[in-house]
């Protein structure tokens, strides 16, 4: 047997913008450094925290001078090699540095790793950093005694007493928001005499676990629900990938929970991304109640230090299963079994800056590379998921019905050209639309009104010049915010009052154009008074704002909902009977070639709001194009038709999925330079010999439809094609860019979603 050669020598993935790692000697006394394991290396005289990626005998070739790692910053790796192999290949995938996808996966250091490395040297292995719990509190729990015995109690004791009896069993702190400080001793008198029986336990103080949760029963599987778990248990311990295409309201939560549970049956965990954590504190509580409350919720509101507990209680397999947004998919689940993506098609799982992944395509990846099962679902599935699910590469599995009594609602489209003509007091409250609002809140239920524009009035407009009031960083107009009393930029959140003269020509005519949310409820709240009407945008769920609307809305006290796409999320609502789309084409006139599909979803998935509990839904599409294929397919729920159309024109095209495209963009203070950098790249992409052949099309560089965006000059350019030929083009420029665009910055962009 030979003698192993020691591997002196350790790959680092540095935080820094560059496409490459850094070659360093293994530190004195610690040979065993592991992959995975994050360690302090000196970089250009300063020290670095930096993840080890790889192992070697020998430098690379050509390296002259290596360094010494200065030691390790933890104990044990933080990623697992599941995590980091997948990690390195999406780097790769989307051409970003390593280094920050690494930074941007992990969470952040523990508190004094440095200074502990510089005081006490490397940690020994196995070592334990200061660990801490999941964060939690004692809370006291009060339970009535049944059968207690008849006898005079004090008012305040009465009262708390009835206030325990109603409820199964009762928290103090809810105690003490309805009697007051006093309800501490009041608990103990009544424990005393027999009245109650207390018992303290942790509870969770983040958010989604604040209120405790009663366990469900599993409900009975529908035929298609049990086909769809069958087929998908079945595979578990083969992986595969599945398009669970479901109906709204067809049951398809059921299915992931069934899954899940089976997979946790053979101990492997699961991951459950969905596209606003915020907006979804319903699913959450559906998990709770099946699986208890462990169970890692990831979302924004964490803090650093709780985002690292999670982390450790997943990567230690304490929690087996995370919920989260998008960036949970580099959550360190153990022997990961599962990773279901709900809503998949949601435009929210593309990262936009810095590390542009899409989640659900990388969490086909990671799942394929685990051996696990992945599960993508969706009413109305995106065309790339669909076009695999054609092309055999996922497994098509369908819920063709609601899982209630009811049949999807029926959706009357209202051609706003005729109601125009008609005049209403509201262009855009036309009378069929009125007089459904008004049906709908005699009958004592509940309605959603979507317009996806928040604010008061889009844009503001000179009376005599024409000019619209700009933000002075980006080319797009400002949006009046009436009750702020001030004119907002949504792109980089400028602010202003209103003008009082145009910019342009000094006139003093000048008009608020259009309608926002923030009018539309306003106007709901005057003419449909007094009916209660709430709203559901960026502006008003910020914070805990989404999950407080929600709730209202729940305990039915907000009779009208107007919102922008946030209502269109999969809320199951039971009180809600009608649906009314103000402009159903507003997001068609998108320069983006996924205009019409981002319509098609918003319209079936709002209509699918309607008509969840036991009374039927009705829906309400006003449009100036009642014929377009995307309006009419989500009116009538036809999937199949809208897919068709849209294939067509994709295939024609050569446009996604039926070829493959990246964006290169390039922004900078200065137009010119902006500009010339674009060009440069593009001279690079159209070398490439595929072009001269029309394999390639390279369509740019041109302004991005938002020429200017906070201060700086925006360009881009498309390149399409097959995907063999793409690769070499993006790495290409990928390199040039790496030689120095600086001060432009210019970044790839591999399967772009954004077309702004
Ligand atoms: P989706 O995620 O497909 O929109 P949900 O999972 O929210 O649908 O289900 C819609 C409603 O139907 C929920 O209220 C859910 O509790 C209920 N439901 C789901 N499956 C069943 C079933 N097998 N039997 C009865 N009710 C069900
Ligand atoms: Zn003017
Ligand atoms: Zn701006």
Redesign the pocket.
Known sequence: MSEPVPQEFVDVALPVPLRRTFTYRVPEGDSALPLGCRVAVPFHGRKLAGVVIGRREEPPEGVKRVFRVAGRLEAEPVFPAELLAFLEEAARYYLHPIGEVLRAAAPALPTGAFKRLREEGFLAEGEALPGRRIATRRELFVRAVPEAPEARLGSKQTKVLELVRQAEEIALAALRAEVGSSARGVVRRLEERGFVTTDERDVFVDPFFREPIERDTP????PA?GLAVDRMVTSLDDGGAFLLH?????????VYLRVIEAAAKRGRGALLLVPEIALTPQLVARFRARFGDAIAVLHSGLTEREREDHWRALRNGQLRLAVGARSALFAPVPDLGVIVV?EEHDPSFKQEEGFRYHARDMALLRAHRAGALCIL?S?TPSVESFRRAEGGQLHLLS?PE???SHELPKVEVIDLRRQRAAGTDHPLLTGPLKRAIRDCLDAGDQAILFLNRRGYSPSVRCGDCGAIVECPACSVALTEHRSAAELRCHYCDFRRGFPERCPTCDSTNLDALGLGTEQLEAVLAETFAPAVVARLDRDTASGKGAEQILDRLRRREVDLLVGTQMVTK?H?L?GVTLVGVLLADQSLAFPDFRAGERTFQLLAQVA?RAG?GDRKGRVLFQTFQPQHSAIAAAATHDYEAFYAVEKAEREELAYPPFGRMIAVRVDAGDETRAKDTAESLAHIARAHPAVHEGVLLVQGPAPAPIARLRGRYRFRFLVRGPRVVLRQVARAVAAQIDKGVSPARASVDVDPSSML
């Open positions: 409900p009975e599987l529908r629900q479901g109906v709204t309201g067809s049951g398809k939560t059921e709900d679902g009413a819920l609601r899982a209630t999969g199951d039971p699918g969840r």
